[in-house]
């Protein structure tokens, strides 16, 4: 039987064989189809209309501590993203903002206030992402990066830290989460349960005044970084945290989550994270950005100065972080 190697078989063609294989062929062809689906179809855009009035990340949200955006320096100045009426690339969702790198297609950082009185759950629904119209379509990473791998789309503004204030906020805040602008690849192996429990951690344990937090997070762009499907995938990411405790004193403190192994492929690449505490100091270092008088209220920054040593400590539970 002559047999046409050039042409695609068809799923009817595939079941008609039968046997063992018939599973597998089926689950090869859905693959093959959702592929093709994802390289094809149309990407979701949400029309610029829709952000109309949002004000995004609030400097002055905690009371008696001003906490602006952090300042890219040097090589990340002039490689964010301009965004038309912005001076300084922030792209403004609700509670929350986006800068964007032009290099790498996706976000330099994202900064959010969390009001922890005022939080709103919010259930999670069908998880639809979609592409902002604000910024071009070519400037941003969507599902292509995605299908048919273990890559995750993960959450830079975690899901329900902008999820405060009335319903209606913390509605439009849930849905803005869920635009590629926030999204950063990660995999399954990501230690998320110690890298997202974190800002829950300070609110419960430092006894926050009045229960607002600003966090800052964002991936480090590393010179090793694999390239996989034309996106140069990040290998460590960091979080910067900024709070006033119930003394009134104003507190920062810092966390990486880094992988040591360098590896060469995507399988093979994400093994185990390792979850670190950190000083503020070393966060500007790696990223190239200003955190401003944030470091002076860091512990780990402060001891760095006075002994001209590096600081760090692994996180294994919630339960080694210092405060």
């Not at 959702?34 to 029309?47: D, F, G, I, Q, Y």
């Not at 009426?85 to 032009?102: E, I």
Request: charged share 30%; with cysteine; hydrophobic share 35%.
């Amino acid at each position: 039987m002559d047999v046409d190697l050039t042409t695609r078989p068809r799923l009817a063609d595939l079941q008609r064989l039968g046997g063992p294989a018939e599973a597998e062929s089926n689950r090869i062809e859905a693959a093959i189809e959702s592929a093709l689906e994802a390289r094809t179809k149309k990407p979701r855009v949400t029309s610029p209309a829709v952000f109309a009035g949002r004000e995004g990340y609030d400097a002055a949200f905690i009371e008696g501590l001003s906490v602006p955006l952090p300042r890219p320096l040097a090589r990340m100045r002039a490689d964010v993203l301009p965004i038309e009426h912005s001076a300084d690339g922030r792209l403004n969702y609700q509670h929350f903002s986006v800068v964007l790198s032009k290099s790498r297609r996706m976000a330099v950082f994202v900064a959010v206030n969390i009001d922890g009185q005022k939080s709103k759950k919010i259930e999670r629904a069908n998880d639809v992402w979609a592409l902002d119209g604000r910024v071009p379509i070519e400037a941003q990473i969507g599902e292509e990066l995605y299908f048919d791998n273990d890559l995750d789309r993960g959450h830079l503004v975690r899901r329900e830290d902008p999820n405060w204030g009335s319903h209606d906020e913390a509605e439009t805040a849930n849905q803005d989460t869920f635009h590629f602008t926030n999204c950063s690849p990660q995999m399954a192996a990501f230690n998320q349960k110690t890298w997202l429990g974190l800002e829950n951690y300070i609110l419960n344990e430092a006894r926050v005044s009045k229960d607002q937090i600003s966090v800052f997070t964002g991936p480090i762009f590393g010179g090793r970084d694999p390239e996989y499907r034309g996106v140069r995938i990040p290998l460590a990411y960091w979080k910067v945290i900024a709070f006033v405790n119930d003394q009134g004193r104003p507190s920062a403190t810092a966390y990486m989550i880094d992988q040591k192994r360098e590896l060469k492929n995507l399988e093979a690449t994400f093994g185990v994270y390792k979850t670190y505490q950190r000083s503020i100091r070393q966060v500007e270092e790696l990223t190239d950005l200003d955190f401003g008088e944030l470091s002076s209220f860091d512990g780990f920054s402060n001891e760095e100065r006075a002994t001209k040593t590096r600081v760090e400590s692994v996180l294994h539970s919630l339960a080694d972080v210092r405060l």
